[in-house]
């Protein structure tokens, strides 16, 4: 019997599922080891194809060793832009966007206020401390705040893929779009089982 053929679907991993050291932690100790490690259990599943925005790409290089990687496995990681000026999204998006922003910026004017407040009650030191960190949860937590964000989610889009990310901004409006997306620490035992599923569709049958 022949071997059972599979429609090859698309996905889109972020840099987070390599540089990240408690969601690579699965994968490898480093940036590299981690990217090979994936590399190895991708080129067994025939079924899947994978894909990295090139913005992200670049970013990953900054943490890799690439002349550690096989070049042969490098084929299962494919860079591809996504079509910024062919695709289109609700308009409902961009009025979601904006009155989120606008709640950040109110969040963040709150954090100064009580940060300019509390002066005389602490150091200077540790009172710039504690703003930076609050405002920058006020502003930039559970949002996407970077082109290379929108790269992944439009490259998604646009290949009806499945997004990897462990970006909680990402996630959120991965889901507001309708992408399928899947947390980076589940991302392991997803290639474990497409291995399995492949493994067994090449088994002879009796």
Known sequence: MGQAKFKKSAVVLDTSLFVNPEVRESFGRTP??????????????????????????????????????????????????????????????LYELIEDIRERINKGLRVAEKAVRGVSKAGEED??????????????????DSKEDVDLILLARELDALLVTADQGIIKWAEKLGIKWLVSSKFKEYLLSSIKKAEMSAAPKS
């Open 127 to 144: 009172i710039i401390k504690d703003m930076r960190r609050k405002y920058r949860e006020a502003l930039r937590e559970g949002i996407i």
């Open 32 to 93: 590299t080891e981690a990217l090979e490690n994936f590399l190895f259990l991708a080129s067994q599943i025939p079924h899947l194809e994978f894909y990295m925005p090139p913005s992200i790409f670049e970013e990953l290089l900054n943490f890799i060793q690439p002349e550690n990687i096989s070049g042969d496995l490098l084929v299962y990681l494919q860079q591809k832009p996504p079509k910024k000026h062919e695709l289109t999204c609700p308009a409902f998006l």
